[in-house]
């Protein structure tokens, strides 16, 4: 009898270790929200770092089945919980990079979120963090590219001949009419925006879209620091496709 308890226990405490795997404990938090809504899936393990300094769980609502409706962010063992949304697919987790952006000596923590996924849309978001969780601002690439894209259009039958100029740049795209039914009067870059590091830069690629399907090649935006914030400081045009 006493051979068939010790193995029931120790199978207990397998299968309760399997389970540990799988679902996160709560990390403490320092902001005083320890506790978890009756409403809430147990917070699930997103992404971490190799030396499991940073990490990011996910807050899941059971109502809220396609998105992590909070984050918990931990930093060195400390915990902080941001309102910020991250789709519930594993292929679009988290990414996490350490990195000193503005050569200060300390490293930033670059999180790249995806809000929202699917054919011919991608919705990206970044958070840069100092190790005492302070938020450096981020500015949207959208704008700048806007206010600094220059399109030509030229038709001539059936063909449409676009110039795409940015910063002394320019670049020539050509389509036959017929390629859709629904050019765009102006060129948007509202539907696919990536972030990401590249040589040691944060980047943000947004494909310029003329219509359903047809592009005119990838704004890359790069960043800088601005007065303790960072800026879209060069925009380059590429029709090598993407390139995070």
């Known amino acids: 009898m006493k051979k068939i308890m010790i193995v029931t226990m120790v199978g207990a405490i397998l299968l309760s270790g399997c389970g540990a795997n799988n679902q996160s404990s709560s990390p403490v938090k320092i902001d005083g929200n320890a506790s978890t809504p009756a409403t809430s899936i147990p917070n699930t393990l997103l992404s971490e770092t190799l030396d499991k300094k940073i990490a990011i769980y996910g807050v899941q609502e059971k109502s809220q089945k396609d998105i992590f409706s909070s ?48 054919t011919g849309v991608h919705d990206s978001e970044v ?4 190790s005492d969780f302070t938020e450096i601002s981020v500015s949207d690439p959208r704008e700048s590219v806007l ?12 063909i449409r001949q676009y110039t795409v100029s940015v910063d002394g740049q320019e670049h020539l795209f050509e389509f036959s009419e017929s390629d859709s039914n629904d050019w ?22 947004l494909p310029i879209q003329i219509s359903t399907g047809n592009y005119l090649g990838d704004a890359i935006i790069r960043y800088a620091f601005v007065n303790g914030k960072l800026e879209p400081f060069k925009i380059e045009i590429t029709k090598e496709g993407n390139s995070l």
């Open 127 to 130: 958070h840069v963090l100092k």
């Open 184 to 205: 765009f009067e102006q060129p948007t870059v509202q539907n696919i925006l990536r972030f990401g590091i590249k040589d040691n830069q944060l980047i943000a690629e």
């Open 71 to 118: 984050l918990d962010v931990v930093i060195n063992g400390e915990t902080k919980t941001f309102n910020w949304i991250n789709v519930t697919n594993p292929s679009f987790y988290p990414q996490i990079s350490v990195i000193d952006l503005d050569a200060d000596g300390e490293d930033e923590i670059v999180i790249v979120l995806t809000k929202g996924a699917g």
């Open 147 to 158: 206010s600094n894209l220059k399109v030509d259009l030229k038709t001539d039958k059936e």
